[in-house]
């Protein structure tokens, strides 16, 4: 009986760890896709915080939207008066983040050359929704995809 006891106390245990395994592979899965909003809600806070982090920046001397085989990405040209003939330094967000992660360093890399910032890269959204400060994506990046797309970006700027 007691040995009993102390199979059911430890199945308990193991099945405890695995359902909390479970939940966290759950919570932490990527499909290999860059991203997409689960609600509404979601994409409409996102927008607004997106919004208001811009509005940190200083305003882009130019934005541009390049076509890809995975959609089209925003690109936006930062530059002070001093700077316009010097190398361009070209800044990628990483997975998730976008623009405004750049608002800390911006002003310290425009004292020295131009800034082309590549926006959130890509997004899967609905089309008829997206503002022109989000990119348009057909199809989710995968893999090497990633830098096929990377490539093909960086040659229409």
């Not at 040995?3 to 359902?19: N, P, T, V």
């Not at 994409?43 to 390049?66: C, D, F, N, Q, V």
Request: charged share 25%; aromatic share 10%.
């Amino acid at each position: 009986m007691k040995r009993k006891k102390r199979w059911i106390f430890l199945g308990s245990i193991l099945f405890a760890i695995l359902a909390v395994l479970t939940l966290i592979g759950f919570l932490l899965r990527d499909d290999g896709s860059m991203s997409g909003f689960v609600t509404a809600e979601g994409r409409k806070e996102y927008m607004t915080a997106y919004r208001e982090a811009m509005g940190y920046l200083p305003k882009p001397a130019e934005s541009l939207k390049i076509r890809t085989d995975f959609g089209e990405v925003q690109v936006y040209k930062f530059q002070n008066g001093d700077t316009p003939d010097k190398t361009p330094l070209l800044l990628l967000p990483g997975k998730g983040s976008a623009t405004p992660m750049w608002e800390a360093n911006l002003n310290d890399f425009l004292e020295h050359r131009p800034v082309y910032v590549f926006g959130p890269i890509p997004f899967k959204m609905i089309l008829a929704s997206i503002p022109a400060t989000v990119p348009i994506v057909p199809k989710p990046i995968r893999g090497e995809d990633a830098q096929l797309y990377l490539r093909r970006s960086r040659s229409g700027c």
